[in-house]
């Protein structure tokens, strides 16, 4: 773990072959998100393949810390890297939630909702927040002085 917090480039760089593959042997299923009476439906493969470019992305910034010799904090890459596992485990399963019932959520709003959309959706809001403390990690880790 310690190996993974020094050098979380490493870590994103082997995530990008795993989400690749589980794409592929996911690729015929898809997310389905209903809206307003419309259905949007994407394909599970193009999604992963998002993840890997973005998972990527992540990597070279880390990497490109530890090229210019600068630490990122520990504390902001332990929350990152749960938050973006956390969401990507919930991504992945998100269509094995619904063993816990068929309940509908409507938030008074016109959109219904299953356990596998919330769980979609708290996984985007995870991936999305995770993303964030990636950037102030980043930028932190920039403009401090000291390695």
Do not use: C, R
């Not at 990152?80 to 956390?86: G, K, V």
Request: no cysteine; charged share 10%; aromatic share 20%.
């Amino acid at each position: 773990m310690k190996k993974i917090i020094l050098k979380p480039h490493i870590f994103f760089f082997s995530l990008i072959p795993v989400v690749i593959i589980l794409g592929y042997l996911l690729k015929n299923n898809s997310v389905n998100i209903a809206l307003y009476n419309e259905t949007f439906s994407i394909a599970l493969n193009h999604i992963s393949l998002y993840f890997a470019v973005f998972f990527g992305l992540i990597g070279l910034n880390y990497f490109s810390l530890h090229f210019g010799n600068k630490t990122p904090y520990k504390w902001m890459t332990i929350i990152h890297l749960s938050m973006q596992i956390i969401a990507l485990l919930l991504f992945f399963s998100k269509d094995y939630w619904n063993v816990l019932g068929e309940n509908n959520f409507s938030f008074g709003l016109n959109i219904n909702m299953d356990y596998a959309t919330l769980i979609l959706f708290i996984s985007f809001i995870l991936f999305v927040f995770g993303t964030m403390i990636h950037l102030i990690n980043f930028f932190a880790s920039l403009i401090n002085k000291s390695k």
